[in-house]
């Protein structure tokens, strides 16, 4: 499995698919949680001692990963932060924007949802792909274009 490169553009849908790909090597909760690993006891049982292991692996293939998938661009932003939570902060404060933002985003991507019309040349497979590009973008932006309103447009616009 190949992880996605993000290069600043298009960042909604590089989270998503980071996120699964994170989950898939077992590295989700180093990112999210951003723990800290306890000093071992003075006396420690080996289970003790395979548990910090294992957290501090994982955090660091965590990082590793996180600045392996990142442009040089990006890269040289992060490349000071020390925990993997504070590069998902960095990283989200940076490339998401806030919700006046993503609401502008939202509205422009409505928008040019209605304004969307099936070409001549264009099959009705192809122009509902359109549709469905357009809002899979809104869904990313955390907004909600129902399926109904898809299919309704669909009804309305096909000759």
Do not use: H
């Amino acid at each position: 499995m190949t992880p996605p490169i993000f290069d600043g553009d298009n960042y909604q849908m590089w989270v998503v698919r980071m996120e699964t790909y994170l989950e898939a090597l077992d590295l989700w909760e180093a990112i999210k949680e951003d723990y800290e690993i306890e000093s071992l006891p003075k006396n420690p049982i080996v289970a003790q001692i395979k548990s910090q292991k294992l957290k501090k692996m994982k955090r660091s293939k965590a990082k590793a990963c996180l600045f392996a998938v990142v442009a040089l661009m990006v890269f040289t932003r992060i490349m000071s932060l020390k925990s993997t939570k504070a590069i998902e902060d960095y990283l989200k404060a940076e490339y998401e924007g806030d919700e006046r933002i993503r609401g502008m985003q939202v509205l422009n991507l409505i928008r040019e949802f209605e304004l969307q019309r099936m070409k001549e040349s264009e099959s009705v497979k192809e122009y509902s792909d359109r549709l469905l590009s357009i809002a899979n973008k809104v869904r990313l932006l955390r907004s909600v274009l129902n399926d109904s309103r898809i299919v309704e447009k669909l009804l309305v616009t096909v000759p």
